[in-house]
């Protein structure tokens, strides 16, 4: 039962620490939208998605209006489209991104994921058409997000896929050069991808899901950080501990606003995911709660046994909070989207090669990193490659989502807006991974995949 004290401390959290539900996200399965003709497919997958969320965003602004919640976007994702691709005989799959846009804007959701494929173990139809089509897609829409799972830790990694996407989110950062290489940004390279994540750029619906439902993610590092600057004096125990507890109030708002919007909607309720999901906003940095707990600058040593911390924190102290946590779950490192990572990566502290050994141990991986417009796209590849290993082998999931700057170089500083804020243009390697990339193949499952 809420008292008093409860109730100011929640006003306090949300109006002065950034305090909000990221997202409410609708999975929508596009299953029986299948079709050979393409047009018909298209028509069908337009009119389930305005039928099925026509009032989602009216119930979001509803449930926000009601409590004083800041719900900050509402969002929609749905069923692999390479899956309905594969019925259409080899035609380009852009018309089902074309789709997707129009019922974007029909129901006014800010982004519809799901343009995807799972190529983990190897490419069956619809699945090289449609990464073949990504950039086009994403430079003619607005509002539709990519996503390719090339690894996984049953199955090892696809270096044929991994070698495609290289080339892949170079030409859509190309095909976007006039709006901040943008179509990059919304395309996640994923190593053991999940069903049910409601964040963007990554989300699809997977199979194994309800035919519709609804996901909801939360956020709260500048709770998290203000929770800790009231402790100078914790040891490493205690801190944990004033995490756990923190995490468990924040994940109890998000587990009310999935259960009302499920009940409104009369849509099945899925998963609360519990991460933490900066915003260039001030206050709102997961780079700034590792640095109150005694860092003088994020990316230095010490940083990723203090974001182990905080990932295992919040995830004991959410699983309390809700009977359904899932997506990907823990603390979100995205640098141009994190005030903190964005003032590490300019000073020099935060660098790619220890942002890799960071994802080791967060929820997501090398999120929203900008990179110079010259960057190889081996060198891309290789990149992925490297983070689906760790992925693999650690049993997680893993991601990549780098955005080359054309026309820039290391040191420069992309600018895109919004949530997406601004990144500095991070120095990679100048030495050559031509030859691995070339090799092709698939690298084998680790030992941990057999299980049964």
Known sequence: MLNTGDILETIKMIQEENLDIRTITMGISLLDCIDSDIDRACDKVYEKIMRKAERLVKTGEDIEKEYGIPIINKRISVTPIAMLAAATGGRSPVKFAKALQRAAEGTGVNYIGGYSALVHKGFSAGDRELIDSIPEALAETTNVCSSVNIGSTKAGINMDAVSLMGSTIMKAAEATKDNSCFGAAKIVVFCNAV?????????????????????VGVSGPGVVRAAIAKHPEANMSEI?????????????????????????????????????APTPAVGDSVAHILEEIGLESCGTHGTTACLAMLNDAVKKGGV????????????????????????????GSLSLEKLEAMTAVCSVGLDMIVIPGDTPVDTISAIIA?????????????????I???????????EFGGLFGSGPVMKVSPFSSSKLISRGGRIPAPLQSLKN
């Open 195 to 215: 069903e049910d994540n409601p964040f963007m750029a990554g989300a699809f619906h997977g199979v194994g899901e309800y035919d519709t439902e609804i996901n």
């Open 240 to 276: 944990a501990d004033i995490i756990k507890k923190t995490a468990f109030k924040i994940t109890r708002m998000g587990q009310l606003v999935a259960t009302e919007a499920s009940k409104r909607l009369d849509v099945p309720f899925g998963i609360v995911d519990l991460s933490l």
């Open 320 to 347: 309390m909070a809700s009977s359904h946590v899932g997506g990907l779950s823990g603390a979100f490192i995205p640098v141009s989207e994190d005030a903190g990572m964005i003032d590490a990566a300019v000073c």
């Open 386 to 402: 490297d983070e689906a290993a760790i992925g693999m082998v650690n049993s997680k999931t893993t991601a990549v989502r780098l």
């Open 404 to 414: 080359p700057a054309i026309g820039m170089k290391e040191g420069e500083m992309l």
